[in-house]
T-cell receptor, first 107, second 112 residues
Framework: GQNIDQPTEMTATEGAIVQINCTYQTSGFNGLFWYQQHAGEAPTFLSYNVLDGLEEKGRFSSFLSRSKGYSYLLLKELQMKDSASYLCAVSDYKLSFGAGTTVTVRA | DAEITQSPRHKITETGRQVTLACHQTWNHNNMFWYRQDLGHGLRLIHYSYGVQDTNKGEVSDGYSVSRSNTEDLPLTLESAASSQTSVYFC???????????FGQGTRLTVV
């Protein structure tokens, strides 16, 4: 099975940086995904890590350490539209999700 | 453009009734998944399929069933709806292997 932990809520100021941590214990691993979900909408793909290290995509970066069972999502230059839930998911071909982290961006 | 669609978007049903939620994708993806999302639990996997005639149980499969007769569709059936099955249901699909999954817009089901 999968055990995936991430903080429930985080609050940050517009223009700031926020780091969302995710730890996991899994029986199988083919990669780690991050999804964004705005209230009332479907999750949308943000990033994918299968090897250790940092993947950067514009204002969003994701890091993976397979030996530590650890990932983080870094959101830079926060904007109001970044207020959403961020879901960490581990793949063993099917995706298992953490409970999600709700990020609130304040002006 | 390829897409994944769910129907209905909202449904209210009575306890004990059989309910089927539809999921249709035009990505030609092999993998299809059904999740439910409840406050405090995130997305939990109900059933999944890796291809036609293949179905597998997820972590919360009791009271649900699926069938995969073609590539495009994976309907989810609640055999006898219970109030505990009130939730938002998401269907997703992905290509073969650990690739990103695309989600439908969700179905909000209320069992009264």
């Amino acid at each position: 099975g999968q055990n995936i932990d991430q903080p429930t809520e985080m609050t940050a100021t517009e223009g700031a940086i926020v780091q969302i941590n995710c730890t996991y214990q899994t029986s199988g691993f083919n990669g780690l995904f991050w999804y964004q979900q705005h209230a009332g909408e479907a999750p949308t793909f943000l990033s994918y890590n299968v090897l250790d290290g940092l993947e950067e995509k514009g204002r969003f970066s994701s890091f993976l350490s397979r030996s530590k069972g650890y990932s983080y999502l870094l959101l830079k230059e926060l904007q109001m539209k970044d207020s959403a839930s961020y879901l960490c998911a581990v793949s063993d071909y099917k995706l298992s999700f953490g409970a999600g982290t709700t990020v609130t961006v304040r002006a | 453009d390829a897409e994944i669609t769910q129907s209905p978007r909202h449904k209210i049903t009575e306890t004990g009734r059989q309910v089927t939620l539809a999921c249709h994708q035009t990505w030609n993806h092999n993998n299809m998944f059904w999740y439910r999302q409840d406050l405090g639990h995130g997305l939990r996997l109900i059933h999944y399929s890796y291809g036609v005639q293949d179905t597998n149980k997820g972590e919360v499969s009791d009271g649900y069933s699926v069938s995969r007769s073609n590539t495009e569709d994976l309907p989810l059936t609640l055999e006898s709806a219970a109030s505990s099955q009130t939730s938002v249901y998401f269907c997703a699909s992905s290509a073969r292997g650990p690739t990103e999954a695309f989600f439908g817009q969700g179905t909000r089901l209320t069992v009264v």
